[in-house]
């Protein structure tokens, strides 16, 4: 069963931050917080991943509360190309952890 | 990020017979690839995991005698799906983890959608 829980939809106007959170009360210490979305039809594509501090790259920014318990996924400027299912994942990163996915949150960008 | 391939894109074939999906690690090599398979409006399943030297690891569920996978080398491993039926139309995902400066991340290809006739 996933570990996480994220809410099933959300729309964001084009142009304006999103927000996608992510409940994960159940972390263990070594296990990091991970992002993948998937548009329509393809494979999934890694967005970011951290363990306890703030995280930022070029696709998005990653905020882990302190207790990390949850987190959230800020997309800062939000285009229609960001339509898209994201999943939070936890896990470790020693390499050969399967990946196992919940049902994520279908983001929605309002021209 | 680090590049994963899948050959074909996408497959139909007729019921009964078999289709070999190839997953390719591009620029990393890989002792450990995954096998999902995605049915529409759900989320990805883990099939199996595919190890490099040895035999795959399935989970429950997964008939192994019906998708075989092979791990032949570092940047290749392949599923075949034996014998196909109308219900293993599906969207045949891969992935493998390379490691980053976080730690390993995994990296997934395109995908495979299999249509069985």
């Known amino acids: 069963d996933a570990k996480t829980t994220q809410p099933t939809s959300m729309d964001c106007a084009e142009g304006r931050a999103a927000n996608l959170p992510c409940n994960h009360s159940?972390?263990?210490?070594?296990?990091?917080v991970y992002w993948y979305r998937q548009i329509h039809s393809q494979g999934p594509q890694y967005i970011i991943h951290?363990?306890?501090n703030n995280e930022t790259n070029e696709m998005a920014s990653l905020i882990i509360t302190e207790d990390r318990k949850s987190s959230t996924l800020i997309l800062p400027h939000a285009t229609l190309r960001d339509t898209a299912v994201y999943y939070c994942?936890?896990?470790?990163?020693?390499?050969?952890?399967?990946?196992?996915f919940g049902t994520g949150t279908r983001l929605t960008i309002i021209p | 990020g680090a590049v994963v391939s899948q050959h074909p894109s996408r497959v139909i074939c007729k019921s009964g017979t078999s289709v070999k999906i190839e997953c390719r690690s591009l620029?990393?090599?890989?002792?450990?690839m995954f096998w999902y398979r995605q049915f529409p409006k759900k989320s990805l399943m883990l099939m199996a995991t595919?190890?490099?030297?040895?035999?795959?690891?399935?989970e429950q569920g997964v008939e192994k005698d019906k998708f075989l996978i092979n791990h032949a080398s570092l940047t290749l491993s392949t599923l075949t799906v034996t014998s196909a039926h109308p219900e293993d139309s599906s969207f045949y995902i891969c992935?493998?983890?390379?490691?980053?400066?976080?730690?390993?991340?995994?990296?997934f290809g395109p995908g495979t959608r299999l249509t069985v006739l």
């Open positions: 951290g363990l306890k």
């Open positions: 620029d990393f090599q890989a002792t450990t």
């Open positions: 595919s190890n490099e030297g040895s035999k795959a690891t399935y």
């Open positions: 992935s493998a983890p390379t490691l980053t400066s976080g730690g390993y991340t995994q990296y």
């Open positions: 159940t972390i263990s210490g070594n296990e990091y």
């Open positions: 994942i936890v896990m470790s990163n020693f390499g050969n952890e399967k990946l196992t």
